[in-house]
């Protein structure tokens, strides 16, 4: 079989590499892919992400039998609906459904309607009512900006002048383009967070192991937000019971409602939780595997990943059993010093000839120039090992951190320390 990844991060890297398992997959290639994938599928870095045209135009001239879109901006942009109309099967939610993370105003809108438990928010189109609604407001608040944003759409003001500065940022000075025509005013939550992917067709649902991501630059969750510095899995916060609500309480009824609206969800859906003293509730809800969740759940996932996609893609999950296995997982990501702020790029990259059995190198941001390997990111590598507990998982992947070298290599030295002490208690 010929498969086609659209995108080009760590993510992708992860699902290539589980897609290479299977062994009636002959070729896989990443639109545009990057250096280090280039080890694993053939890439075509002329060909960006969010080129629909050209993608469809490729996967038809090379008669790609199966494609997986990955990244937010296509699904949002209609690459599966143009796909199908191309007659070509794929996994990811077409872009009425991809709404579910392009727009956090339908999100938002479709739990009230269905029940679904979250924070309790306002949408606002103009600013002055949102400055009016603020003087009320109790602090902290959290802002988001209604559309895709790079995961930096949303602000948690500690004060009402914070909350103004927020507001003018995102609406009047339009820091993150037309994504911030509209916002959501939102009701501030505590608790731990989890993240939970899940396959669905749009009736059945799989999820998948439950994950931990570290979204600030620094030690001790301190500093700015990133894409994410490092994961675990699975997140000792998500018990059986736990997870057993979600299911009830949010999972099958989100399938309901985007059924009901006329958008039936197919592909992978993101649920980013938060268990807090009233339950699970959702905080956002992404259309795609998560990076770097991605890096640690996927090779906890013991089926055959194509079988699963094809599943989906033939709404046939119902028949299928998705199994995983007992151990954990452990992602820490090598990233650009000053990321997420400026960064150099362009840096020789060193890599160990061969890593231990248990660990996999994903390459997120480098591109190959003259035979070497440079940095072209902020986010790099993700180094991932998996081990029978979370401990000798984060043990075997920050060793193999340190035998990655480039100027200015940067990472968190505390990934999973909150989940170990969780499993203390
Ligand atoms: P998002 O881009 O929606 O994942 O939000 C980024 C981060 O902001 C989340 O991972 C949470 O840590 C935080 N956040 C978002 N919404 C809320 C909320 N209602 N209450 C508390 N924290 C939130
Ligand atoms: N790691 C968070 C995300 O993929 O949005």
């Given at each position: 079989m010929k498969l086609l990844v659209v995108g080009g991060?760590?993510?992708?890297?992860?699902?290539?590499?589980?897609?290479k398992e299977n062994p009636s997959v002959k070729?896989?290639?990443?639109?545009?892919?990057?250096?280090?994938?280039?080890?694993?599928?053939?890439c075509i870095p002329e060909i960006g992400a969010k080129d629909i045209p050209a993608i469809v135009e490729f996967a038809k001239a090379n008669a790609i039998d199966f494609a997986v879109v990955a990244p937010d901006d296509p699904l949002a942009l209609g690459c599966v609906d143009r796909l199908h109309e191309a007659g070509i099967p794929c996994f990811g939610p077409d872009a009425k459904a991809a709404r579910i993370e392009?727009?956090?105003?339908?999100?938002?809108?479709?739990?009230?309607?269905?029940?679904?438990?979250?924070?309790?928010?306002?949408v606002f189109n103009d600013p002055a009512k949102a400055m009016e609604y603020l003087q009320s407001a109790s602090f902290p608040i959290v802002i988001k900006a209604d559309g895709l944003a790079l995961g930096k759409g949303v602000l948690i003001p500690q004060d009402l002048d914070e909350a103004k500065a927020a507001v003018k940022s995102i609406m009047e000075d339009k820091a993150f383009g037309d994504s911030g025509n509209e916002i959501v005013i939102e009701e501030f939550l505590?608790?731990?967070?989890?993240?939970?992917?899940?396959?669905?067709?749009?009736t059945a649902i799989r999820p998948m192991v439950s994950s931990m991501d570290h979204k600030r630059a620094g030690d001790g969750d301190t500093g700015l937000n990133t894409g994410g510095m490092g994961t675990i899995a699975p997140n000792p916060c998500y018990t059986a019971e736990v997870a057993?609500?979600?299911?009830?309480?949010?999972?099958?009824?989100?399938?309901?409602?985007?059924?009901?609206?006329?958008?039936?969800?197919?592909?992978?859906?993101?649920?980013?939780?938060?268990?807090t003293p009233n339950g699970p509730k959702v905080i956002e809800y992404n259309c795609r595997f998560?990076?770097?969740?991605?890096?640690?759940?996927?090779?906890?996932l013991k089926t055959d990943l194509l079988t699963v996609m094809q599943a989906v893609e033939n709404e046939t999950l119902s028949e299928l059993e998705v199994e995983w296995s007992d151990g954990a997982a452990a992602c820490v990501?090598?990233?650009?010093?000053?990321?997420?702020?400026?960064?150099?790029?362009?840096?020789?990259?060193?890599?160990p000839e061969t890593t231990p059995e248990n660990v996999v190198i994903y390459h997120a941001g480098d591109k190959l120039a003259g035979g070497l390997l440079l940095t072209s990111g902020g986010r790099v590598l993700g180094?991932?090992?998996?081990?029978?507990?979370?401990?000798?998982?984060?043990?075997?992947?920050?060793a193999a951190a340190e035998t990655v070298e480039f100027e200015g290599k940067y990472m968190r030295h505390d990934i999973g320390q909150r989940a170990l002490a969780a499993m203390e208690v």
């Open positions: 991060g760590g993510r992708e890297h992860a699902i290539i590499k589980k897609l070729t896989i290639y990443a639109l545009p892919g990057n250096g280090g994938i280039a080890a694993d599928a053939v392009a727009s956090k105003v339908f999100s938002k809108n479709l739990m009230k309607k269905y029940g679904i438990p979250t924070a309790s928010y306002e505590t608790g731990p967070e989890v993240s939970v992917l899940a396959f669905t067709d749009g057993q609500v979600c299911m009830d309480t949010i999972f099958l009824p989100t399938l309901a409602a985007m059924r009901s609206e006329g958008c039936p969800f197919k592909g992978c859906l993101y649920f980013g939780l938060m268990i998560g990076d770097p969740e991605t890096q640690v759940v996927l090779p906890l990501i090598l990233a650009s010093g000053g990321y997420p702020s400026a960064y150099e790029k362009g840096k020789v990259m060193t890599l180094v991932t090992a998996t081990a029978p507990t979370l401990a000798e998982a984060l043990k075997d992947a920050y």
